[in-house]
């Protein structure tokens, strides 16, 4: 590309934004529309003079960057769809999993008996999951955690189904209505999924609302066990633990600075701590139920202090979708991330100079940063 298409490219986009108007002094205040409309507003520029590589990496950046903005609407709809955000293969590989699942399920809650039923569901329920999940990536980019969010809800849904039904023993406990509350749990499940990410959800939240909820389950089962309670109210503390689990789950992971690989170590410290108490008892040949469940308790328990002690202060395996917006480390020509110093090359980003829009200019410039420290 030559140098005096991208000046002239430069100036157009000063006059797009000149042309929007001078704003109010109480309206100069930068929000994240302002700089995706800018950004849209250049790609464009750059599609118009025929550079489609640079219009089109700009129009994903927008997209990845500003999602739920005019402007990110807008370049995805330039896009055709063809933007990825990390999140889209695994929720394809789910919804196969699961279609195949429910080809099976339907024939069998409906008490089935032809092969020939389980067979087409088999057939039928694989692709159908595959382009279901094909078809709703193509209509927004879906990032790691946003995907976790929507297959364990499905997942969590269809557990929750098969623990109430067993709690509220449906029709005499017949094996087609748990397989039905399954169904019926899932497709709840994966709906409060694809609410839920609608908002950007990273992956250290999602693994630790899936690891709460799991442990959740855990602790329910062995305070129902430790309590002398029925197999009932066992399966019914063990929900409503996993349900608790799994928002205490979300919230930490949205609050503290987990990581998905921070928030797999502390639950394998858990886990470790768990077998030790396991270990125990077996080497104690602990003879009652109390004490056999109050060990592995105590365990995990520990394990899951310490694992969260132990790892505090670092961001292990950082994913590149929970750092990667911050640009901290990255796009400057001096980089001190880590205790580690790097070199790269800066990358231009348009921003508003405020005082200049208070007086009625356009405002807009471009930032050239030569510094990014994180300490």
Request: charged content about 15%; overall charge negative; glycine content about 14%.
């Amino acid at each position: 590309m030559r140098i005096h298409t991208f000046v002239r490219l430069l100036l157009f986009a000063f006059v797009l934004v000149a042309f929007a108007g001078p704003p109010s002094p109480l309206s100069a205040q930068v929000t994240p529309a302002d700089s995706a409309a800018v950004l849209l507003a250049t790609a464009a520029a750059f599609e118009a003079e025929g550079e489609r590589d640079v219009a089109e990496a700009l129009y994903r950046h927008i997209v990845q960057q500003f999602p739920g903005t005019p402007a990110a609407e807008s370049a995805l709809a330039r896009l055709d769809g063809r933007v990825t955000a990390g999140g889209e293969t695994e929720l394809r590989v789910w919804a196969t999993t699961y279609g195949l699942w429910m080809g099976v399920a339907i024939p069998l809650a409906l008490e089935s008996e032809e092969p020939e039923a389980y067979g087409a569901g088999l057939l039928l329920g694989g692709p159908a999951g595959y382009l279901a999940a094909h078809q709703f990536v193509r209509s927004r980019p879906v990032s790691p955690g946003q995907a976790r969010a929507i297959s364990w809800g499905g997942t969590w849904g269809a557990i929750q189904g098969a623990g109430w039904a067993l709690v509220l023993d449906l029709e005499d406990d017949r094996i087609e209505d748990r397989i039905w509350s399954m169904i019926a749990g899932g497709a709840i499940g994966t709906f409060g999924g694809v609410l839920a990410s609608r908002s950007e959800i990273t992956p250290g939240t999602a693994t630790a609302a899936t690891a709460g909820s799991l442990w959740g389950l855990w602790f329910g089962v062995a305070a129902s066990v430790l309590a002398d309670a029925g197999e009932d109210p066992t399966v019914a503390a063990s929900m409503l633990t996993g349900n608790a689990g799994l928002v205490a789950g979300a919230l930490a992971g949205s609050r503290l600075p987990l990581s998905r690989g921070r928030t797999r170590l502390i639950s394998l410290a858990g886990v470790i701590g768990g077998f030790a108490g396991l270990g125990t008892a077996l080497i104690a040949e602990v003879d009652d139920e109390q004490s056999a469940i109050a060990l592995p308790l105590v365990g995990s328990i520990a394990g899951l202090i310490a694992g969260g002690v132990l790892t505090r202060g670092e961001d292990l395996e950082a994913d590149p979708y929970e750092t990667g917006a911050s640009g901290l480390g990255q796009g400057a020509l001096v980089n001190w991330s880590g205790g580690a110093l790097s070199l790269s090359t800066p990358l231009p980003t348009p921003t508003w100079d405020l005082a200049a829009r208070a007086h009625g200019q356009s405002g807009l410039a471009w930032k050239i940063p030569l510094l990014n420290a994180r300490f």
